[in-house]
Structures are given as structure tokens and as C-alpha cells.
């Protein structure tokens, strides 16, 4: 069964520190991306990367970074966490088609940072 | 570059009655679209996709979608409702054409009642 796992569901953290949040995915895909999910807001995009060490940002890097090192796995950071980070998060991945977007995503089950 | 639109927060349906969720799509070019359904703190599930062809695209769970061009819509509909639908719904497209990120509607709130 194909699988995008991200290591916390929960998270509590206070302002200031620096948070990690990895996924990992083992359908050998080529795309990973970071979004964000807030109510009323949608998803939003806030970093991805299309192959390994290159990454883009999204609609809102901004207090934000992202690592790929390694194909499967895609990490984002937040350097100086901030009470407007509270959110949930959902790593995705997409395999790559004739330099398409496939856009069948497969999405983690998220993780739910709470920064007091 | 391509941008979609969920024009309805929340849809309420009564279990066993036919259930559409609106989405709309602006792009130059032809469109690519997609549904995915999100249940309560999961991650989002792919549902089904337009790329070319027939207008309507049939996908899991019984759902299906109607590709209309000239108004530009991708509407979401399912025959007959169910309790276990009720969900986050939420409508997307490739921000432009090439290997790029999806832009996702803000969502759909769907409610079946018994």
C-alpha cells in the first residue's frame, strides 16, 4: 500500500523554537510539496520540490524552509516558530509524467502544530 | 495561470438524494481539474480528474464529475447520498501547464443528514 508518512500528527511548541516536520513517501515520486490548511482558507502551498536538493516556493514561504536530501523524504522548518503558524500541515507527493504534473496527489494524514 | 473557486461553504443534503458541489475554473488553454475529499483529520484522498475527453469523468466512491466548458464548471455529483460523504470536498488545478504544484479551492463542506 502506497504511503506519504509524516512523523507527528500532534505538536505543541512555544514561540521562538525551532520546529521540524518531515514526510516521508515510498512511491518513489518525483514531486513532494508542503501545504498548509486553514479553515475558511483552503489549502496553500508553501514550499515543494520537484526532484532531490531543488525546492520552490509556494504562496507563503515566508518563515519557512524546506530540505530534500534524499528522493523519499521532504522536510520543512520552521526557524522561529510564531503563534500565526498555528495550522495543520499535509505533505504531499506526485509522479511525473511526460514532464506533467500527474496531479494525482498523495497526501500524509497531516500534522497539527499548535504554537502557544 | 490557472485558478479554481468553490463558490459554496457548506452543502446540505438528505441521505439518498443526488448531491452536487460547485466548482468553477479559470485558465487559458485546456483545463486540468481535479477533486479530492478530505474525512476528519485525515489527509486529502484524489477522487477523480479531468484531463481530456469525455465531459464527464467517473471516479471512487460512486462519484463523478461534469466537465462543462462554456460555463466553465467541473461540478462534483453523486446519484444517491450517503451519510458516510459527508466530508471536506475541495476542487484543484495545476497553477499552469508543465510539472507544477496544484492551486486548491478554499472547500466544500458537505453534509449528509439521515
Known amino acids: 500500500d502506497v504511503k506519504v508518512t509524516q512523523s507527528s500528527r500532534y505538536l505543541v511548541k512555544r514561540t521562538g523554537e525551532k520546529v521540524f516536520l518531515e514526510c516521508v513517501q515510498d512511491m518513489d515520486h518525483e514531486n513532494m510539496f508542503w501545504y498548509r490548511q486553514d479553515p475558511g482558507l483552503g489549502l496553500r502551498l508553501i514550499y515543494f520540490s520537484y526532484d532531490v536538493k531543488m525546492k520552490e516556493k509556494g504562496d507563503i514561504p515566508e518563515g519557512y524552509s524546506v530540505s530534500r536530501e534524499k528522493k523519499e523524504r521532504f522536510s520543512l522548518i520552521l526557524e522561529s516558530a510564531s503563534t500565526n503558524q498555528t495550522s495543520m500541515y499535509l505533505c504531499?507527493?506526485?509522479?511525473?509524467?511526460?514532464?506533467?504534473?500527474?496531479?494525482?496527489?498523495?497526501f500524509g494524514e497531516g500534522s497539527r502544530l499548535t504554537v502557544l | 495561470a490557472q485558478s479554481v473557486a468553490q463558490p459554496e461553504d457548506q452543502v446540505n443534503v438528505a441521505e439518498g438524494n443526488p448531491l452536487t458541489v460547485k466548482c468553477t475554473y479559470s485558465?487559458?488553454?485546456?483545463?486540468?481539474l481535479f477533486w479530492y475529499v478530505q474525512y476528519p483529520n485525515r489527509g486529502l484522498q484524489f477522487l477523480l480528474k479531468?484531463?481530456?475527453?469525455?465531459?464527464l469523468v467517473k471516479g471512487s466512491y460512486g462519484f463523478e464529475a461534469e466537465f462543462n466548458k462554456s460555463q466553465t464548471s467541473f461540478h462534483l455529483k453523486k446519484p444517491s447520498a450517503l451519510v458516510s460523504d459527508s466530508a471536506l470536498y475541495f476542487c484543484a488545478g495545476p497553477l499552469r501547464v508543465g510539472n507544477t504544484p496544484l492551486v486548491f479551492g478554499k472547500g466544500t463542506r458537505l453534509s449528509v443528514i439521515a
Open positions: 485558465v487559458s488553454g485546456n483545463p486540468y
Open positions: 504531499a507527493s506526485s509522479l511525473v509524467t511526460g514532464f506533467i504534473n500527474t496531479g494525482e496527489l498523495f
Open positions: 479531468y484531463i481530456t475527453g469525455d465531459n
